[in-house]
């Protein structure tokens, strides 16, 4: 099973709005992570997570904010967000962040619109 | 900074026909992924090729990793209607095995 799952599969917000974001695998990955990406474009890098600490923050706005509250679950919660952070919003999981080799296998995202 | 150059960006041809999707770096990558991804859904994983000149098969798709893992192909015969989608490479390279560079995709139509 190389399943990751993603909810909600749609989200719209107000810029006042707080939601969160879901991600959960349970393949027994230990490095976890979020990519924002905006159409016909490729994935862009935002948090990695390696055994439930976050190892790289790639100087994402302070309105994003990771968690990991344990090895399966992975959350990205919202909080005063732009119309340009409109976009679908990927996790993936892979087996460790230092496994040459080792795949990262991506859920099937949230589309999310900030209005 | 490492780059992967995807070529060609966009792609459409006719059902039956073959194609050819290049990534080029002048950085060595320890491992390259490809993936496929459908509008509005999330990259799905198609292979993973890690030794230089490495050759893998799936179907009608065939992948192969350059002898110094600078350089990838996607290969795909007879091309169908269900292979229409945006084709990525991404390459793990150095000693960050969790950062990937991302290719700028391919966008493949197949028309029937």
């Known amino acids: 099973d190389t399943e990751v799952t993603q909810t909600p599969k749609h989200l719209v917000m107000g810029m006042t709005n707080k939601k969160s974001l879901k991600c959960e695998q349970h393949?027994?990955?230990?490095?976890m992570y979020w990519y924002k990406q905006k159409a016909k474009k490729p994935p862009e890098l935002m948090f990695v997570?390696?055994?439930?600490?976050?190892?790289i923050n790639e100087s994402v706005p302070s309105r994003f904010s990771p968690e990991c509250p344990n090895s399966s679950l992975l959350n990205l919660h919202l909080h005063a967000l732009q119309p340009e952070d409109s976009a679908l919003y990927l996790c993936?999981?892979?087996?460790?962040?230092?496994?040459?080799?080792?795949?990262?296998?991506f859920g099937p995202g949230t589309r999310l619109t900030v209005t | 900074t490492q780059l992967l150059e995807q070529s060609p960006q966009f792609l459409s041809i006719q059902e039956g026909e073959n194609l050819t999707v290049y990534c080029n770096s002048s950085?060595?990558?320890?491992?390259l992924q490809w993936y496929r991804q459908e509008p509005g859904e999330g990259p799905v994983l198609l292979v993973t090729?890690?030794?230089?000149?490495e050759v893998k098969k799936l179907k009608r798709l065939t992948f192969q990793f350059g002898d110094a893992r600078k350089d990838s192909s996607l290969h795909i015969t007879a091309a169908q209607p269900g292979d229409t989608g945006l084709y990525l490479c991404?390459?793990?390279?150095?000693?960050?095995?969790?950062?990937?560079?991302f290719g700028k995709g391919t966008l493949l139509t197949v028309n029937p």
């Open positions: 991404a390459g793990a390279g150095g000693g960050s095995n969790y950062k990937l560079t």
């Open positions: 090729v890690v030794t230089g000149g």
């Open positions: 993936a999981s892979q087996k460790g962040i230092r496994d040459r080799g080792s795949e990262q296998y």
């Open positions: 997570y390696s055994y439930e600490k976050l190892s």
């Open positions: 393949m027994g990955h230990r490095a």
């Open positions: 950085s060595v990558f320890s491992s």
